[in-house]
């Protein structure tokens, strides 16, 4: 499988794919929505970990969209964000695995 | 010192005296006058009314008996010093001073002393004024000031934390990240080096030490709910309004409120929302101070489950460039400003469960903002719970 990281802070998305890369896994880094797209699409078996708060088309509509795709990856939002924001950010399209930041190594792996 | 009066003492000193009484009588300010030994000579009828005794009971007392304790033993010196040495500490300059009633109550007065050289010797008179009233609105402006600035400064406080919080959250992030993988690239394979793993694990240990720091601020920042109270909004409105003139200039500013009669109450915290609506009040004032026709004015009322409060100016509008970021905080484009008014006022509207919005008025000119609460408390509070929890893996 590969994971792909969509993240626009080149230094939470650099350490990310350093670390995952590590554990074994294939790793795409993408800077925003629009460069995933480009993309062919994810594959059910992979896993896409979406920054909430990204610039451009928001991370809301990243999971959207690949929540509605034939065979969805596994999804993982992360968010800085406050709680009461991402909540309301998100509305009905709550993702099965959220994590706040900071990211531990830990909480990335448990659900890898 | 009018030493050349002096001589020529009254030829009809009946008129004179009759005229003179009738003119203390009438005086809305207190008039004492004393001898050279702070004896009472003349006390008025407004002096009767300021200190409770009457011109007969003081007549030939010492002066002392009208001040608080403390004053009187200074008043002494002060009388035998200038006396002695003609040097001023209250002739003709005027002063605040406490004077205290037959009762024991002190007050503040407005103290005036003139001298007058006599054929009986000098004289001292005193002109008095109860600034009671005038202190207590003195006071209660600067209350109303110090909890303006305190409400605002908590606020700035909560939405700079939660601005920090977030801005450190990603480099740190990124720090344990990095950490984690070296770690894992120290311990891995044949050439591990228990001593850099040792020192890589103390690293991540300091950045979780961080960013259990920045947890907690979250946790704290993210607290703070409206305390809600039957909140009647017309009389807010007037306070507000009050509160912003009293401490700014605002002359020439023709204010006006409109609110539409029977409006219900709402369910708000009254301090969060007087802070908005003080906010965007001082905003307007601000924003027509540069113009020639200066109209401030706020109008309320009910819009479906909503209430609608509505300050609207005559000033320049929002500039166009400011308005995508304008509820941002940092975004204000005043040299004085922190720019965190809005962003504060927004935040408060949306905890309630509302919401603000700037309205461009086009040709008439001018900004309006828009506040929307809701007449009613939304269930806002029910999904707050254990909003200290962190969030994995929440719904399905
Ligand atoms: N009524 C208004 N008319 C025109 N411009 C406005 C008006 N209200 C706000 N603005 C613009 O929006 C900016 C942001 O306002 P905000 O209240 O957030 O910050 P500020 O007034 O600059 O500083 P602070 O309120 O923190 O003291 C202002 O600097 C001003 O340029
Ligand atoms: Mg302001």
Redesign the pocket.
Known sequence: MTVHIVEDDPGVGDALALLLQQIGHEVVVHPDAESLFEDPPPAAQDTVIVDLGLPGVSGVQVIRWLSRLKASPKIIAISGQPRKAIEKMLGDDQPAILLRKPLTEEAIIRHL | MDEDQSGGGPVTPSVSEARLSSVLGTAVDGIVVMDHQARIILFNTACEKLFGYTADEVRGQNVKILMPEDFALAHDRFVSNYLTTGEKRIIGIGREVRGKHRDGREFPIELSVGEAVTPEGRQFIGIMRDISARKAVEQRLAQAQAQLVSMTRISALDEMGAAIAHELNQPLTAIMLYLQAAKRQASSGSGADSKLVEIVDKGVNEAERASKIIQRMRRFVEKREPERRAVSVAPLIRECLELVTLGNACDGVAFSIDVEDDLPQISADPVQVQQVLV?LIR??LE?VRAVEDKRVSVSAGVRERDMIVRVS?S?????AE?VPN?FKAF????KK???????ISRSIAQNHGGDLAVEQAGSKGG?AFVLRLPLYAVSASADVQGAGQEMEGSSE
């Open positions: 906010n905003n307007a924003a100016d000033g320049g509008g929002v500039p400011l304008l975004s204000g484009s005043k400003g922190l720019g965190l008014g809005l962003a900004a």
